[in-house]
């Protein structure tokens, strides 16, 4: 039985915010666990990040909502949660930016959002968050083909 796309997402999720884990100010990515709350709850969450420097803790919740951007009211749990886990702060991951109460409460709360495609892959993604975009394309190409390829960083090309 294939895996729900909405797991499938959110272990895509882990994997690229670990890939950019530096851009996030991050040293370690753990995945899906229970954490428990100081309130006497436990709480199932998407992944954990460690942040450099202090090692404090980064909640990491995903939402694979395609019609719907994340509501204010869904963000406000999302900061109850970091809150009661005691982290330092959170980032959020769904396709689409939130809404605009959701990403002023995000902006209070130091949540940063993350928005990667539905449709990505371990190998194809782009994703844009802290108004920086990120791509991966691989390409297989054959013996014989002739590409010519530019890099650029920070609107500079690279040699």
């Not at 851009?23 to 998407?46: A, Y």
């Not at 014989?144 to 040699?159: A, N, V």
């Amino acid at each position: 039985m294939p895996q729900p796309k909405w797991r499938a997402y959110e272990e895509l999720a882990q994997s690229i915010i670990k890939e950019l884990a530096t851009e996030f100010g991050l040293e370690g990515i753990e995945g899906k666990q229970i954490i428990p709350g100081k309130s006497g709850t436990n709480w199932e969450i998407d992944a954990k990040g460690i942040r450099s420097g202090d090692s404090g803790v980064i909640l990491i919740e995903c939402r694979r909502y395609l019609n719907y951007r994340i509501k204010q009211e869904q963000m406000a749990a999302v900061a109850y949660r970091i809150d009661d886990i005691g982290a330092v702060g959170g980032i959020t991951v769904s396709p689409l930016e939130p809404q605009e109460g959701a990403r002023i409460l995000a902006e209070y709360e130091n949540i940063t959002h993350m928005t990667l495609d539905p449709d990505s892959t371990p190998e194809n993604y782009f994703v844009n968050f802290l108004s920086k975009a990120f791509s991966k394309v691989t390409e297989t190409i054959a013996i014989g083909d002739f590409y010519e390829l530019e890099i650029w960083k920070d609107g500079k090309r690279i040699d």
